[in-house]
């Protein structure tokens, strides 16, 4: 049964609250004359001459018109408008086009997209969303920025309004025209990949990714990329009279804003990404930025990779997948992004449901596809022209028993080959199981490593410490010997020179402070020697003065 295409359905009256305008005020979006208008009590979106409709979140992450040709390219070769894109799938495009600017160098780069990204279908195999119905992924294989996409982008369909579209005289600048029920019809252009010839030429730009990833003490993330044009206050994907690499800060004619405060810039990251309070916002990037002050180095490489523009005409990838063709990928549900509940849109859908469970696709636009004859359109094969009744034959028991025995060996060559097919699924799904179980038993192992790094480090840290604070030890010990030792050496002067004697130690230990401590004992028994004959003397003198001390009744 085919998924309920919601359609129409999902719009309702738009919700912006005096908060969104504000913050598009601050961020300069809608600071010019008539550059967004919201509606009103409308619940379907009936667009003014000369706007579009777009979203609250599409804006902050990046989004101007006129749209970036790098954008209309995506738009017209994927065959989407821009309400079939996510709010994280749009961040993904502006990170893209900043990272080719600001950090690569070049324009944005249509075989280094292919080799990076993919599209996916947004919905489940009951429900096809129309809003948000495509989502951008990054492919499994490839080396990419940990973006950090938050895991719900809380009611962002009910965010719609109206941006002008300026035109510049220049048509692939321009948005689509508006059709909300336009349905969305899987195209081999989103799983196109970069060919061999695309994947030689954009090598550099990938080991160049590859550096800027992992260079130590420079590593550049997502965030960091996030926060720069934000910072910037450039709208990635906004046609622009210059690319970032020739910005030129508070003076640059692409400015919508001046600088955003600091609290205001790291509200807006954390919004848009899935960074707490506690995490820290990136002030700067690790990696400076290719700009007006910072020039491409010389003899860089120039290179230039755009998707189709429809003005070049009808191209190959536009072609449209059936979605019963085998080949269709399963739908996909983006957690990025708040949504109904299935259950409520079939709901809704209901009476819908199974009339497009059993219609073909709507028919393609004479505009830019080849119109198919009824044969392909329907799916039917061409019906077999009238054969006259033949006189029916004898009975043959020989053919009978022919045919019989060729049906046998048929059915059993059947059988052979449906147990083939069982066992190989049998052992797909084997390998399947162990390939899950490896990759659960390596995230297990790559997480017991960074716990295990983490407390390598915390031991290095305390192992720091420790050293720190016994070489502190170390000194004030040092000193406090050093004072003791000076006292001695003083006290032992003092004796010298009082009695005009000096010893040499018969066994000396080598060490200053022992060694002081031991001439001072010897001068200290040398004055108690000298007192106790001095008092001896005195006493035979004067012994009227020094009375005799009994000792155990004994007069001494």
């Known amino acids: 049964m085919a998924a309920v295409d919601l359609g129409t359905a999902e719009w309702e009256r738009s919700k912006i609250t005096n908060q969104d305008i504000n913050l598009l005020k601050k961020l300069g979006i809608s600071k010019k004359p008539k550059a967004v208008c919201f ?8 667009p003014p001459m000369g706007y579009r409709v777009s979203f609250v979140d599409h804006l902050i992450r990046g989004l101007s018109a006129p749209i970036h040709p790098f954008l209309r390219g995506l738009l017209f070769v994927y065959g989407l408008q821009l309400h079939h894109l996510t709010p994280n799938s749009i961040l993904h495009i502006s990170i893209f086009i900043t990272l080719c600017e600001a950090f690569l160098g070049v324009q944005p780069n249509w075989a280094l997209w292919k080799r990076i990204f993919f599209c996916r279908r947004n919905g489940s195999p009951n429900v096809a969303y129309n809003i948000g119905g495509v989502v951008i992924s990054i492919r499994p294989t490839v080396n990419y920025f940990d973006v950090k996409l938050p895991d719900s982008v809380q009611g962002w369909r ?3 309004l109206y941006i002008q579209e300026e035109n510049h005289g220049c048509a692939e600048d321009n948005i689509p025209p508006f059709d909300g029920a336009e349905k969305i019809l899987r195209r081999r252009s989103w799983d196109a990949e970069a060919t ?30 996030t926060a720069y044009f934000l910072r910037a206050r450039v709208q990635p994907l906004q046609a622009r009279k210059n690319p ?21 810039l790291e509200k807006l990251v954390r919004r848009i990404s899935s960074l707490n309070k506690k995490d820290p916002v990136p002030s700067s990037c690790r990696v400076k930025p290719y700009s007006a002050t910072n020039a491409l180095p010389k003899n860089h490489p120039n290179l230039v990779s755009l998707p189709p523009l429809p003005e070049g005409g009808e191209v ?8 019963d063709n085998q080949d269709a990928p399963s739908f996909v549900n983006e957690p990025a992004d708040s949504r109904k509940s299935a259950g409520s849109y079939e709901k809704e859908a209901a009476s819908e449901a199974t ?13 830019n596809k080849r119109k198919r004859n009824d044969v392909e359109d329907s799916g039917t094969s061409k019906p077999e022209e009238a054969v006259p009744s033949r006189q029916k034959a004898a009975y043959d028991p020989y053919l009978e028993t022919l045919i019989s025995s060729k049906t046998e060996e048929k059915l059993a060559e059947v059988n052979e080959r449906a147990n083939t097919l069982a066992q190989k699924l049998e052992q797909s799904e084997e390998a399947r199981k162990k390939a899950e179980s490896d990759a ?23 192992l720091h410490d420790a050293e720190t604070s016994l070489s502190e030890h170390i000194t004030a010990q040092s000193a406090r010997e050093e004072a003791i030792l000076k006292r001695l050496r003083s006290q032992n002067r003092r004796f010298v020179s009082k009695t005009s004697q000096e010893f040499e130690l018969e066994d000396p230990d080598n060490d200053p402070l022992l060694d002081a401590v031991s001439f001072l004992e010897f001068h200290g028994t040398e004055a108690r020697e000298g007192i106790d004959q001095a008092k001896a003397g005195l006493s035979r003198l004067f012994p009227y003065f020094f009375p005799k001390k009994e000792v155990m009744g004994f007069v001494a």
């Open 39 to 46: 509606p009103s009590e409308e619940s379907y979106p009936t």
């Open 158 to 160: 009910k965010k719609w």
């Open 196 to 225: 061999e010839e695309e994947k030689t030429s954009t090598e550099a730009l990938m080991t160049r990714i590859h550096e800027l990833q992992n260079t130590r003490g420079k590593e550049l993330s997502g965030i960091q990329i």
């Open 244 to 264: 970032l690499w020739n910005y030129a800060g508070d003076e640059d004619t692409d400015r919508l804003s001046t600088n955003l405060e600091v609290k205001d």
């Open 316 to 323: 190959e990838e536009r072609a449209v997948i059936s979605d």
């Open 355 to 367: 009339a497009s469970a059993q219609s073909p696709p709507p028919a393609v636009s004479p505009k």
């Open 440 to 462: 659960v038993q390596a995230r297990r192992e790559a997480d017991k490593a960074k716990t295990d790094a983490a407390g390598v480090e915390d031991l290095r840290k305390r």
